[in-house]
């Protein structure tokens, strides 16, 4: 394991659907920043972990804890709703919810500060979370999956209650014979024309390459940016 990490742990979400979910901790950086990092993880995630934490520290000075969670069942545990998988057999859940609760637990320290993040339908679950509490500061959505059916009504009806708000996309993301993948970059333009328009604290950043080109990297800087705001 890389040098930034610091320990690993499982633990247990309760699911109506499913008796037990199991999910895994990793956490890295400085346990006793203040700034603590969210982020819902994959295996590709974990692979490029050290990279992204790298790149976070060589992009900002401040120090942080981040911890990551592997979730169980990445379409269930992400999913604000249940839709039809758009790519092979796997639908999407609705256990965003539930995975929330369990976050939410892990920042119950009222002295520090948080900001959730992540890649793919992790930066959307961010996006997502950030309309359900005010708690986090920061959001760090990169490349979010801003496709899924009903999520840029939902945003615009709920609003986001973090203070900073990051997004970014490839330039091929949108170059895509899916159809309902295809309308990620007209979603994610009117999301930074919503936000623009509430005078919100943002960015839409566009990225060279499709979907899979350095995901490690470019959540590095939608964790950097929302960090150097905060730094303001």
């Not at 359900?132 to 986001?160: C, M, Q």
Request: glycine share 6%.
């Amino acid at each position: 394991m890389d040098l930034y990490f610091i320990q690993m742990s499982n633990f247990i979400l309760q699911s109506a659907n499913r008796k037990e979910i199991y999910m895994t901790k990793y956490e890295y950086g400085d346990a006793n920043a203040d700034l603590v990092l969210i982020q819902m993880v994959d295996d590709h995630d974990m692979e490029g972990m050290e990279n992204e934490i790298a790149a976070i520290r060589s992009q900002t000075p401040r120090a942080f804890h981040l911890i990551a969670i592997k979730a169980d069942s990445w379409n269930d545990d992400l999913s604000p709703w249940e839709t039809p998988a758009v790519w092979g057999n796997e639908n999407f859940g609705s256990g965003a919810e539930k995975t929330l609760k369990e976050i939410l637990k892990l920042c119950e320290d009222e002295e520090k500060t948080y900001i959730i993040g992540g890649y793919s339908l992790a930066g959307l679950f961010a996006l997502w979370a950030a309309t359900r509490t005010d708690l986090f500061r920061a959001v760090a959505a990169a490349s979010p999956s801003v496709w899924f059916p009903g999520f840029a009504e939902y945003l615009k009806e709920n609003g986001i209650r973090a203070e900073h708000v990051y997004l970014s996309l490839g330039d091929r993301e949108e170059r895509t014979r899916q159809p309902v993948m295809r309308t990620v970059g007209d979603r994610i333009r009117e999301i930074d024309a919503w936000l623009a328009e509430k005078q919100a604290d943002h960015i839409l950043e566009w990225n060279q390459g499709n979907h899979f080109k350095e995901p490690d990297l470019r959540t590095a800087r939608a964790f950097s940016w929302v960090m150097l705001r905060e730094n303001m």
